[in-house]
């Protein structure tokens, strides 16, 4: 189970899904100051990132994003770095580029829930 709140950004998934998705962003372009869908050079690292609590330490997981296509998928096991396993966790979008480190998605809710889940039945 694998869902996305199109208005908070919210995730909620089960432990370990594998799902892969296409993350957009924009920026604000210098000349005009319009804002546009963001385009991947070459040299960019775009990385989604697992923390226990927002800003919080090291991630506990990432994933690279891919360049081409924009797209991220959840490699099998993941959910064995998460050290509660289910619950709560937060995640973020962040691109690297050299020294320019900027967060597209920012600390938004990440709910893992468990392998057998019911949903509101």
Not at 47 to 64: Q, S, Y
Not at 80 to 105: A, C, M, Q, W
Request: negative net charge; hydrophobic residues 35%; charged residues 25%.
């Amino acid at each position: 189970m694998w869902e996305i709140n199109p208005e908070t950004l919210a995730i909620k998934c089960t432990l370990n899904d594998t799902p892969t998705f296409t993350v957009t962003a924009n920026v604000v372009d210098a000349d005009t100051g319009e804002v546009v869908p963001y385009v991947p050079e070459p040299e960019d690292k775009i990385v989604f990132a697992i923390r226990k609590g927002k800003k919080t330490g090291a991630p506990l997981v990432t994933f690279d994003i891919d360049n081409e296509d924009m797209t991220v998928t959840f490699e099998e096991g993941w959910g064995d770095s998460l050290p509660d396993g289910v619950g709560k966790y937060y995640y973020e979008v962040s691109l690297n580029r050299g020294s320019y480190h900027d967060t597209f998605i920012a600390s938004k809710t990440l709910l893992v829930l468990p392998e057998i889940y019911k949903g509101n039945n």
